[in-house]
């Protein structure tokens, strides 16, 4: 592990490759800025000098002479608010163009790193948890370009560095060996403080990830907290985090609060050196008293500013950490590859699956060799024990994720030759995990329809209709245009499916897909929806997770998995018959009623 | 349910927050001397330039004794001061520190006693920034700005001394250049706050809006919706960036006018001073020292800018952390004054019982029930009838509005919670499981619970087989929220947690619906014979429960309709009746 890190370039070489990407992204924002920190950073230096030429040509002569002569005084006042002025305009220019710079940045990343998001297969976000890639999107992104802000003040300082060494040497060569001694020393000690603090920051960084890991955990599962009276020992668990945490940032504290008074410490130490040697100078009477002001006073003004070096290398771990990260996602690949097909024609398609094997992990499959047909209009129910593998087959089937092995074909056409977007415009998937956009209950329904031409308001209450949905729909304070969401109405779960499904059956798909998609609503309910879609149905293939025998009878079909692996195939009387399995499953209601019946007769005859 | 306290005043809010967290104030005065020690380090410079001026300068040649006396005083000084620097810092860092890991501790346990937390499921990812992202932003403030402020003040009130002791009439030239600022600051407070908040605002619809696109990743795709979002997402982080771009050039804009008005004062005070000198009331030193003071009465000024916007931050932040914190637990534990009741059959009785969610329509009325002890009873009816409402009321993750629940002929409103949380476990329809092993799952029900328990448990409720069947048994990791395992198996494992945890009322709410039939019925005999002597209530839509159960609780529109065991209602008119051969003409074969 460390060996790997040696071998890797060292952070200031990484951070500088990282700055590096985004000067040659906006070059001439970042121009701009860097020449506005530039004439800041001059004119700090010429305030310094206004200062000085004040003290000589003005001040002291007038203390000398007892009598000041008004067009100096005045040309050193203009003189100074001049400086000033431009100074300002300086910093101005230099705030909002680093601003510019690095919002765009942050903006630029997020957009790549979420087209990512939506351009990857499902395979890829099975492997990565969900607060990973949020934080990618949000704290990576403003960790790789957070340098971006300090960044043109520092080039600024360097050139002020630059000038103030420049005007100490035109002072005087003995008073500028003193200034190249405490330059190099401050920007010696940043780096020193730099090196010390990055991975205490680091490491600090990691634990509030961890902290928010676990409230976001602990509140997800807040009912089950609840509910096993386990909130004290929530509370212990988080407290742990919260507390390492804490020492971290003492540590990080600690770091912190030796260096920044050395570095405000040694500018001042530099002042002190500047008067002594000045003074002998002075009595040498190599400077004037007044080019020993303004040395002075440059060292004083140097003393903060300085700083934004120390500001810019501070940044640098966390942004190449941030940026490494997000430029894990950019790289990421296998996304999905599609063909040039088309699924022409109307009505449903006709379904084949052939020798499907699928596995999360190779050694555990999920499916093994799933074959079987599903013809055009027809209705197949796919049966399994809990974990046999019915919704990874549905995930298969609308290809959110490929198989391993094998194939599906839809009117004999693989799914993998298919053009992009044309499985989702045929095909409709409604999982059993319902999710609904923060968005309106129309954009909700209408949302695989966004390329088509605009949904009738008729066709969105059709299917509300038909899902068993336009009752509390018409109920909701705004109709269609409901809010859902963090800021919006809050739904019950059967509620959400009936609009999971609505917008399923919006599109009138040609096959449609549902993984237990009633199961957060009451037989009553369900019965209506599933009588609803047998009479309009016959322009769909549909392939139906179920346990209900409501949900099953009305299947032409029946499909029977155990352990990923179909067991039998066939009219469900026909598999009521021979597979002991698929009997033993479906008829477990009622011979669990017969049983209690029998013996509810033998206590009474006992 | 709206979080309270968000108007608070920035003052009151600072002292709530300080009360909340003590461990800010510990040691306070020792750590304000060491600032006032460590700032005064920075009055060397201008006090050095002025003797080393007036004194050593003086005369044709420089007194170079004196000024070597007087720049090696002040290194020891500075010296000293950088000491006092470390550790005023070094005390800062840990009370603070301290301070904001009681304020996470107390806000992550406040949280879980809040009733918007199992009710409104949107909310969670803000109450997790409340403790987390919130509490951060007073950090800043706290371990830089806070003292930056104290500093400040007492530099910019030494200066003004100095400055007053030096020439009060230059002073008086500062002071009157830097009145206006007194007028504009507040004005571009207002403005950054203003911004500041929109940038906020901006910030979370644009998480939400990526959040989408993760989260939301199957549906994206099963509906080819990618565009669409994508199209959100742009515009998210567009009206983000420029509402930072926005706030960044206020600031730009004001940040210098400070310096600017700065250098006018220098410019009076090089005029005034030179007037004054030549009428022999000041000496060439303290004019020079003045300019000097006058970059220390500036630089705090400039840095109140920055501290004021961190200062916002902080207020804001800290107002959001006691926004839940003083938001009253609706569901409150009684705790020591509370009852604890001895283990065993458990009797429980509903007294005329009402509840409406605040501002709605009532949801539950007038309803009184008793259900004995060691009595399996099922719940029934349709969506929306009141059947959710009712567990909530019984295992009290809320309070009736009216009327009262009695465990024991006590009110649950008395009762204990590690009493009530250890007689009535709840099993809910979505079986959240912790990112860890299913060992480590099915023991959060019981913690001292051991790997046989675990497995004997399993055993008994004929989950063996299935547990055997995963490929590293209990070890076995089910990732975030248990999503390597399937629904059902999710709700097996819940299910396995809740029994483990042994209660005196074991309540299922829709616990086995992802469950397939044979299993659920498998389950069903095993609980029955497990939970022989307790009680049990089973919230189903699947009827073969209420076929099974000693009783059947019928409820309609917020009342019970219907009591009585399965034989006698089914052959009663009535909403069961209708129930029921819905319910069979949907799960049978004929």
């Given amino acids: 592990m460390s060996s790997e890190r040696d071998r890797q370039p060292s952070v200031m070489l990484q951070g500088i490759g990282v700055i590096g990407h985004a000067v040659k992204t906006e070059p001439h924002v970042f121009t701009g800025a860097v020449l506005a920190s530039a004439l800041y950073g001059t004119m700090t230096v010429a305030s310094s000098w206004a200062l000085g030429w004040a003290t000589e040509n003005a001040v002291l002569p007038a203390f000398r002479e007892g009598r000041a002569t008004t067009a100096t005084l005045l040309t050193a006042a203009l003189f100074i608010v001049g400086v000033a002025v431009l100074k300002a305009g300086g910093v101005m220019a230099r705030r909002t163009l680093a601003g510019i710079m690095q919002y765009r940045m942050q903006a630029r990343s997020r957009r790549a790193v979420t087209r990512q998001y939506l351009r990857l297969p499902l395979a890829w976000h099975h492997r990565h948890p969900t607060g990973q890639l949020l934080s990618n999107a949000s704290s990576d992104v403003e960790a790789a370009w957070a340098p971006l802000a300090p960044l043109p003040m520092a080039v600024g300082v360097v050139v002020m560095l630059v000038t103030a060494a420049v005007a100490i040497l035109l002072v005087d060569p003995v008073l500028a060996l003193v200034g190249f001694l405490i330059f190099p020393a401050i920007a010696a000690l940043n780096l020193i403080y730099q090196r010390r603090l990055s991975p205490l920051v680091m490491k600090a960084q990691q634990l509030r990830a961890e902290v928010s890991e676990i409230a976001h955990e602990s509140f997800d599962g807040a009912l089950v907290v609840k509910t096993l009276g386990r909130e004290d020992a929530e509370a212990l668990r988080f407290q742990a985090k919260a507390e390492r945490l804490r020492d971290a940032n003492i540590g990080v504290g600690r770091i912190r609060g030796l260096f920044d008074p050395l570095l405000e410490g040694l500018p001042t130490i530099g002042v002190l050196a500047v008067l002594l040697v000045g003074s002998l100078r002075l009595a040498g009477g190599d400077v004037t008293s007044g080019a020993l002001i303004q040395v002075a006073y440059l060292f004083t003004l140097l003393a903060f500013p300085v700083r934004a070096l120390g500001w810019v290398l501070a940044e640098l771990p966390r942004s190449v950490v941030g940026w490494t990260r997000v430029r894990e996602i950019l790289d990421a690949t296998g996304s999905m590859e599609f063909g040039q097909a088309r699924l022409s024609g109307d009505g449903p398609v006709g379904v084949e699956v052939r020798g499907v094997r699928y596995g999360y992990t190779p050694e555990a499959p999920v499916l093994s060799d799933v074959s079987f047909d599903a013809p055009p209009g027809r209705t197949v129910a796919v049966v399994g024990p809990t974990g046999s593998g019915k919704s990874t087959l549905t995930q298969i089937l609308v290809r959110l994720v490929d198989p391993d092995d094998g194939r599906v074909l839809l009117d004999g056409t693989d799914l993998r030759e298919v053009a992009k977007g044309g499985v989702s415009a045929a095909a409709s998937l409604v999982p059993q995990q319902t999710f609904l956009f923060d968005d309106t209950v129309r954009a909700n329904i209408t949302v695989g329809n966004d390329r088509h031409e605009a949904v009738s308001d008729e066709r969105v209450w059709a299917a509300l209709r038909l899902a068993q949905a336009d009752g509390f729909v018409s109920a909701l304070p705004d109709g269609l245009d409901t809010r859902i969401g963090e800021r919006g109405a809050t739904l019950s779960g059967g509620q959400r499916q009936r609009l999971a499904l609505a917008r399923a059956l919006v599109g009138r798909p040609r096959l449609l897909i549902l993984d237990d998609a009633t199961s957060s609503v009451d037989a009553q309910v369900e019965g209506r929806i599933l009588r609803g879609l047998r009479d309009g149905s016959s322009d769909s293939t549909v392939i139906v997770v179920a346990y209900r025998m409501a949900t099953i009878a009305l299947a032409d079909d029946v499909v029977y998995l155990e352990h990923g692996r179909v067991v039998d195939h066939g009219p469900h009387e026909l598999l009521l018959d021979r597979c002991q399995g698929y009997r033993d499953l479906v008829t477990a209601y009622e011979r669990e009623e017969a049983g209690r019946a029998a013996l509810a007769d033998e206590e009474i005859s006992a | ?590």
């Fill in chain 2, 1 to 590: 349910m709206t979080m309270q306290a968000e108007e608070r005043s920035a003052v009151a809010t600072l002292r709530r927050g300080l009360a909340l967290s003590p461990e800010f104030v510990v040691g306070l005065p020792v750590t304000l001397t060491l600032a006032v020690l460590a700032t005064l380090g920075r009055l060397i410079v201008p006090i050095a330039i002025q003797q080393v001026i007036d004194r050593g300068l003086r005369g044709a040649a420089p007194d170079l004794p004196f000024i070597r006396n007087a720049v090696l005083l002040c290194a020891v000084a500075v010296v000293l001061s950088a000491v006092c620097g470390y550790l005023m810092n070094v005390r800062l860092y840990r009370s603070t520190e301290s301070g904001l890991a009681t304020l996470r501790g107390k806000g992550f346990r406040h949280v879980h006693d809040l009733s918007v937390l199992t009710q409104n499921t949107e909310r969670r990812g803000a109450l997790v920034s409340r403790i987390t992202g919130d509490v951060d932003q007073i950090s800043t403030f706290m371990q830089w700005g806070g003292l930056m402020i104290i500093i400040s003040v007492g530099q910019l009130l030494i200066a003004s001394v100095l400055m007053a002791v030096y020439s009060w009439q230059l002073a008086l030239v500062v002071w009157v250049c830097f009145v206006p600022m007194a007028f504009a600051v507040p004005r571009f407070q207002r403005w950054v706050a203003k911004a500041y908040t929109i940038v906020r605002e901006r910030t979370g619809d644009m998480l939400a809006a990526v959040s989408e696109s993760v989260v939301g990743s199957t549906v994206i795709r099963a509906y080819g919706s990618e565009e669409r979002t994508a199209r959100r997402v742009d515009e998210a982080v567009d009206a983000h960036r420029s509402a930072q771009t926005r706030a960044q050039k206020i600031i730009a804009f004001t940040f210098p006018i400070t310096e600017l008005v700065g250098a006018v004062a220098i410019a009076g005070v090089v005029l005034v001073g030179v007037w004054l000198g030549v009428d022999g009331q000041l000496t060439p030193g303290r004019l020079v020292a003045f300019l000097f003071l006058i970059t220390l009465f500036i630089s705090p000024l400039q840095l109140a800018t920055e501290v004021l916007n961190d200062a916002q931050n902080a207020v804001a932040g800290w107002r959001r952390v006691l926004g839940v914190l003083d938001t009253p637990t609706d569901v409150a534990d009684p705790g020591e004054s509370g009852v604890t009741l001895p283990r065993g059959p458990i009797t429980v009785a509903f007294d005329r019982v009402g509840f409406s969610y605040p501002g709605g329509p009532p949801v539950l009325h007038d309803v009184s029930l008793e259900i004995a002890p060691r009595t399996r009873v099922a719940v029934v009816g349709e969506t929306g009838s009141g059947k959710t409402t009712f567990a909530k009321l019984l295992t009290r993750l809320m309070d009736p509005t009216s009327g009262r629940v009695l465990v024991d002929g006590a009110d649950l409103r008395r009762l204990r919670f590690s009493s009530l949380r250890s007689r009535i476990v709840m099993v809910p329809q979505d079986g959240f499981l912790f990112d860890a092993t299913l060992a480590e799952n099915i023991r959060f029900g019981r913690p001292t619970a051991t790997d046989d328990d675990i497995t004997l448990a399993m055993t008994e409720l004929g989950l063996a087989d299935w547990l055997q069947g995963l490929p590293a048994g209990l070890a076995t990791p089910v990732g975030q929220r248990g999503e390597s395992l399937s629904a059902g198996e999710r709700q097996l494992v819940a299910l396995a947690r809740a029994y483990l945890a042994d209660p005196d009322l074991l309540l299922l709410d829709e616990a086995t619906s992802a469950v397939d039939p044979a299993t659920e019925v498998r389950l069903a005999r095993a609980l029955e014979s497990v939970t022989r002597g307790r009680t049990s209530v089973t919230i189903a839509h699947r009827l073969s429960t209420a076929e099974a159960a000693d009783e059947v609780l019928v409820f309609e529109h917020g009342r019970v309709v219907q009591r009585g065991p399965h034989d006698r209602l089914v052959r009663q008119e009535g909403v069961y009746a209708d129930l029921y051969a819905s319910w069979t003409s949907a799960a049978h074969t004929s």
